[in-house]
């Protein structure tokens, strides 16, 4: 493998924090040190913002060709690269080898969307209404954009904020998680390697996140912020970004419903769940977190599922076999263990699971639990872990209602093979977005993002491009 950067990278070099001060990044499957990393001061982040200030009116005009030209050598330096990230993603956040590789083939996917997008930015030109005069409406980049991305998805999580940003003629500061840092360094060497010019994207992975964030969200230099993780993170963030009036985009937690009804194809029911709950060992904000079954497939639903649950292959993400992998650190491991409790303690009945696995790092059995009884944590708090939660429900009404009984709206699963109860759940289900009879929803070519407390603006698609392009309105007299 190449060399893996571990410094700050500031105005297209790589650098020591200030002070030199470095932090630990550990193998969650053994707890072991894999590497230090620069720990960017308050100081470093304004400076990695100096350098995004200066490189924003260079990067804005230069040719939307040249702008998709690095996005798609990046995508392509990507996939030269694919068994060194994936090697990576898996030694720091723990998933399974063969999931790491999805992640680079999905994350790799929006610098090549992005790419496609540069060089269709439109405007418009009409003519007024009452018939003098035109209106030309032009679309700039907001300017420089401040990205923080959380530890779950290191790869696909950057890709997702610096392909329409770097597309549409943004700089970007960004801070990856400091649980997960490596991956996105390695990922920001690779755009160094596509030709992204000095400046244009500075990285400042830190410890103290808040320190970090507080001074560059407040410079009034900065003109978009974008977000991915929790919903208290982000709500505390959109009140800074508000001092200083700033654009947002914030990709915040998931409580998705998974509705089974008795019409469903059931062995497609099953195989999609097991994805939609099992991915990334639970650790997404798409991960199904409440499953609800209709009362006539129900058994039939659990058992098969157990059965496949059975099948889960628990070890460390880079042994041959491993379908589940430890979760990212120890208050993972308590928080899952804690909400199978507390259900248990409410009178769900425990299927499978329900127990720490006894080996070295932070693993927890994969665990099934059906009857889970109103009034359970588990139902409205996001899971992050391998645990199913099962409830049973008699009427599509029911299923609808119970789906929507939640501050969240991010993500929804719903198996049937009723194509009009389909529609009637597409218009009806408070949800960003649905997998209808399919478990992950995830793509590059459409809009990401959720209703509620899931968050605010869409990554993917062309409406990912418009969160990082205001418009400029020019009326002019008649020719
Ligand atoms: P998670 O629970 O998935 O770790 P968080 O919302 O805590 O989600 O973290 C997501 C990202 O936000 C990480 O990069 C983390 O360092 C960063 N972060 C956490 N707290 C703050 C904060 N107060 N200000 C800015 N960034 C923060």
């Not at 990507?78 to 898996?90: F, Q, S």
């Not at 405007?123 to 401040?146: A, H, Q, S």
Request: charged content about 25%.
């Amino acid at each position: 493998m190449d060399a893996v950067p571990t410094g700050l990278f500031i105005g297209g070099s790589w650098r020591p924090a200030s002070g030199g001060a470095t932090f630990p990044v550990r193998d969650p499957s053994t707890g072991a040190v894999l590497a230090r990393v620069a720990d960017a001061t308050p100081e470093d982040g304004i400076a990695a913002l100096d350098a995004a200030v200066a490189a924003q009116e260079g990067w804005a005009s230069t040719a939307p060709r040249e702008r998709s030209d690095v996005l798609r050598r990046a995508f392509d330096l990507v996939h030269e690269h694919e068994d060194d990230l994936a090697a990576l993603m898996t030694l720091e956040m723990g998933k399974p080898l063969a999931e790491s590789r999805g992640e680079v083939a999905y994350g790799g996917e929006f610098l090549r969307w992005f790419s496609e997008e540069a060089v269709r930015i439109g405007g418009d030109y009409r003519t007024n209404p009452e018939g003098t005069g035109r209106g030309i409406v032009l679309r700039r980049p907001v300017g420089p954009v401040y990205a923080i991305t959380p530890w779950n998805f290191p790869l696909a999580m950057a890709t997702r904020k610096l392909g329409p940003a770097l597309a549409a003629g943004c700089t970007v500061v960004l801070k990856p998680a400091d649980l997960t840092p490596l991956t996105t360094l390695f990922l920001v060497e690779l755009l160094r390697r596509a030709g992204l010019p000095d400046g244009v994207l500075n990285v400042v992975p830190s410890r103290d996140a808040k320190a970090l964030s507080e001074p560059i969200i407040a410079d009034h230099r900065l003109r978009k912020l974008t977000f991915t993780g929790s919903t208290p993170v982000g709500s505390a963030l959109l009140k800074q970004a508000a001092d200083n009036v700033l654009r947002t985009s914030m990709e915040l937690g998931g409580n998705a419903p998974l509705l089974v009804f008795d019409d469903a194809d059931l062995d497609e029911a099953v195989a999609a769940a097991m994805q939609a709950k099992f991915r990334n060992v639970g650790e997404a904000c798409t991960a199904a977190n409440r499953f609800f079954v209709q009362e006539g497939i129900a058994d039939a639903f659990t058992a098969a599922l157990t059965a496949k649950v059975g099948e889960l292959r628990v070890g460390r993400g880079t042994e041959d076999g491993t379908t589940l992998g430890p979760l990212i650190d120890d208050r993972a491991v308590d928080k899952a263990a804690g909400l199978v409790d507390d259900a248990v303690e409410r009178g769900a009945r425990l299927v499978t699971g329900g127990q720490r696995v006894d080996r070295p790092g932070t693993f927890y059995a994969p665990t099934v639990l059906d009857d889970v009884q109103p009034g359970s944590d588990i139902l409205t708090t996001e899971i992050f872990g391998p645990v199913v939660s099962i409830t049973r429900f008699a009427t599509e009404d029911e299923g609808i209602r119970l789906a929507n009984d939640t501050e969240y709206g991010l993500v929804a699963y719903a198996f049937t093979t009723d194509f009009r109860r389909g529609q009637r759940l597409a218009e009806r289900l408070e949800t960003g977005m649905l997998g209808l009879n399919t478990g992950v929803v995830s793509n590059a070519a459409f809009p990401f993002g959720g209703v509620k407390s899931s968050g605010l603006g869409r990554e993917g698609s062309h409406e990912g491009l418009e969160e990082y392009l205001e418009s400029v309105y020019v009326l002019t007299p008649d020719p």
